[in-house]
């Protein structure tokens, strides 16, 4: 994603504010890129009308694709953005998720951008089965959008894990850091790096009364201090925008977010599926589940998506 030239925006059909979309048009406005607006929609009972013919039933989804197209070029104009460079797409298709990868397989799409929903009563966010299944299997960059907006001078907080030896964790790692020094650059926003690790596991401090817990978290401490230092200088980066915590991710990283007032948090996401996502769980996803801001979430290096063929 160096210059998010082509932007695939997921229209949310159930409201008519698009923070999706007006996002994009805010992000294509800095690089010049190309958006589309995309939605995909099915509806069973048009598939069930035996009394029509094929060539009826095509008739009738085309009534309504044409009809959504009618809806989204509303909500561009009135988002003031009719002179954009902006296609509309909709298409007929009955899972969400693989109809996004399907366009980004094909077009090769530099970011896909998606609202979040909020629930009205807890006023937090809920993740639909589209935004994990696009987390763990979009190919491309994932923005998720929620109501932060983006000031001049803002934050942006970057996820590493630098102490991790693993060639995944380093090459992610440096993805991670590029992104969001290339997007500060873009909206005129500050770097801030966060690495968590975790304390002291409490069944060997119970099981091995010699063992020195203060020592061993010390220990720990200093060696991602030492990581993050070797890092932070190789990117740039001012050691006093790096922050090493011990505790979960999730917690970490949304405290940190919180403090910073951070408008976007970037981290990876390895993208587990089936019985070992089931087992490890996903970090990313813990994570995603917290903020209230918006996330950029990368994938590593030559990954490739198990929609693709």
Known sequence: ??????????????????????????????????????????????????????????????????????????????????????????IWHNRPFEAVIDQVLEHGYDVVIKGTHEHDKLKSVIFTPTDWHLLRKCPCPLLLVKDHSWPANGNILAAVNV?????????????????????????????????????????????????????????ML?????????????????????????????????ELSQELDAELVILGTIGRTGLSAALIGNTAEHVIDRLNCDVLALKPAGYISPLQS
């Open 1 to 90: 994603m160096e210059t998010y030239q082509k932007i695939l925006v997921v229209v949310d059909p159930t409201t008519e504010e698009q923070k999706a979309l007006s996002r994009a048009i805010e992000l294509a406005d800095k690089t010049q890129g190309k958006i589309t607006a995309f939605l995909s929609i099915f509806d069973f009972s048009y598939e069930m009308t035996t009394m029509l013919s094929s060539d009826e039933r095509e008739s009738m989804r085309q009534i309504v694709i044409n009809d959504r197209m009618l809806w989204i070029d509303e909500r561009i104009k009135e988002l003031g953005a009719s002179e954009k460079d902006i296609d509309i797409k909709v």
């Open 163 to 219: 102490g991790s030896d693993e060639d995944e964790h380093q090459s992610l790692n440096s993805i991670i850091t590029e992104e969001a020094k290339h997007l500060a650059d873009l909206i005129s926003a500050n770097v801030h790096l966060v690495n968590s690790f975790p304390g002291t596991p409490v069944n060997i401090a119970i099981e091995i009364p010699e063992f020195d817990a203060s020592q061993y978290n010390d220990t």
């Open 222 to 254: 200093q060696h991602h201090q030492q990581s993050m230092l070797t890092h932070a200088e190789k990117y740039g980066i001012d050691t006093a925008n790096t922050y090493i915590k011990a505790g979960l991710p999730e917690d970490v990283i949304d």
